[in-house]
């Protein structure tokens, strides 16, 4: 009887040990796949996540595994990850409450820094460039609302990544190349910001001119728009795809607009955590700069490249060289877009001026200039002539509007060239494609500013 009540004990005890060591590991597994649920083909094809998943899991499954033969190692290991968790807890929490306060309606938090190489797109020069938020939240030289507000002219420029500028450095961004080539001219003092946001559409721009927390501190607006609403119209009119990408966006525009805080942040759960972003940016400072290897969004731009051989292939095998039935009727939200920036803008007192979208896109392209290109599409891809028939489309509604609305509108299409000597891809601009944009842009308000009256 003593016997069986000693062996029973000793069966609770290792069944209730190896609870207690899968814990941390079923916790790790479980808190990994639910937060990365709506992007785990992000999480799962970045190979700093996957190492962190399989890795961290692997290590500790065996260092358990091995504990669980002997009771005292268990035991310890048991209470190094209490100890450990405990202590990278407070640490998070010391971060958190030492980082400054989310300010909310802006582009991005102040202060935010990102360091890419975008070295091998074509046009692009040899090292790093940095991508600097001031305390505004936009790319431009730093600057406090105040001193803003005493600048005589205020412009922000307002788009998606072809605004950003995502693999430029600050100062060979267009937005930062047109202040240094307005500033002085009829003896006014200039200031341009830049709120562009990779993959915004009209409906982001829409928030960005009336919720922006600054915005109030401008007197101009310079919109180029037209890349991501044609993406999304062109997906939007195939009813042969349910949730059309334009209603969708047009539903989360809000919350996309402007930086969100931490704990609302998406992602996998390390992700999210302070303490990952301070060892990430170290990693960088130090000269790590994931330069061999592809991810979503990766700091070298290799993304593009996969995209690129993707597009290739979906080419030879269901290329489509139609325009969706729709897309045309579908063009009127964009214009109604357009509209109601107009009006907000309006309202506010803000002189706008809108730009229409550039791209490599044309009949008959180059098939060297084509294998830069990666857009791409659900069920048949399109090919750089189609895209180019629908980017007019797009371009022209925009023109169209803004002269019954009594805007002005900046056909950069028409004015900038369709190869590698202002773009690396589709749609985003090199160095030069930058100087070209801002040469452009600056001689349209050298007309309108001229001398001081």
Wanted: net charge positive.
């Amino acid at each position: 009887m003593a016997g069986g009540s000693i062996q029973n004990r000793r069966r609770w005890a290792g069944a209730d040990l190896l609870v207690i060591l899968a814990a941390p590991l079923a916790l790790h597994v479980g808190l990994a796949l639910w937060t990365a649920r709506e992007s785990f083909g992000q999480f799962w094809t970045d190979p700093r996540d996957r190492a962190i998943f399989l890795g961290v899991g692997a290590l500790y499954a065996a260092v358990a595994g091995v504990c669980l033969l002997r009771r005292r190692w268990a035991l310890l290991l048991a209470v190094l990850v209490v100890a450990s968790v405990a202590v990278l807890a407070l640490g998070e929490v010391a971060l958190r409450l030492a980082k400054p306060e989310h300010v909310p309606n802006l582009p991005r938090q102040p202060g935010v820094q990102y360091i890419h190489r975008g070295d091998w797109l074509p046009g692009n020069p040899p090292g790093r460039c940095t991508l600097t938020f001031n305390q505004l939240g936009v790319r431009g030289p730093h600057i406090t609302p105040d001193e803003l507000a005493k600048k005589d002219v205020r412009i922000l420029c307002i788009g998606g990544s072809t605004t950003e500028n995502y693999y430029s450095d600050d100062a060979e961004s267009w937005p930062w190349l047109l202040m240094q080539k307005l500033d002085g001219v009829g003896g006014r003092s200039v200031y341009v910001g830049n709120a562009g946001m990779a993959g915004a559409m009209t409906a982001h721009h829409l928030h960005m001119v009336r919720d922006y927390r600054y915005m109030d501190r401008f007197n101009w607006v310079v919109i180029l728009c037209g890349i991501n609403d044609q993406a999304g119209l062109r997906e939007n009119a195939r009813h042969d795809l349910p949730n059309g990408p334009w209603t969708v966006r047009e539903a989360n525009s809000r919350k996309e607009a402007f930086s969100m805080p931490a704990f609302r942040s998406t992602g996998v759960y390390w992700r999210r955590l302070e303490l990952y972003g301070v060892v990430r940016n170290l990693l960088i400072r130090l000269g790590y700069d994931n330069s061999n290897t592809r991810q979503y969004m990766d700091g070298r731009g290799f993304w593009f490249a996969d995209l690129r051989t993707q597009r290739q292939e979906l080419l030879r095998t269901e290329a489509r060289d139609d325009i969706p039935a729709n897309f045309e009727p579908d063009l009127e939200l964009y214009r109604n877009k357009i509209r109601e920036i107009i009006r907000v803008c309006r309202e506010r007192g803000l002189n706008v001026v809108f730009m229409t979208q550039p791209t490599m896109y044309e009949e008959n392209i180059d098939p060297a200039l084509d294998a830069l290109c990666w857009q791409r599409a659900r069920g048949g891809t399109f090919t750089s002539g189609a895209l180019a028939r629908m980017m007019r489309m797009v371009n022209d509604a925009l023109m169209q509007t803004c002269a019954e609305e009594g805007v002005d509108c900046i056909d950069l299409d028409r004015r900038i060239p369709r190869t590698t000597e202002a773009f690396w891809d589709d749609c985003h601009f090199n160095i030069n494609g930058n100087r070209l944009v801002a040469d452009v842009v600056a001689e349209y308000f050298r007309g309108r500013l001229g001398a001081k009256s």
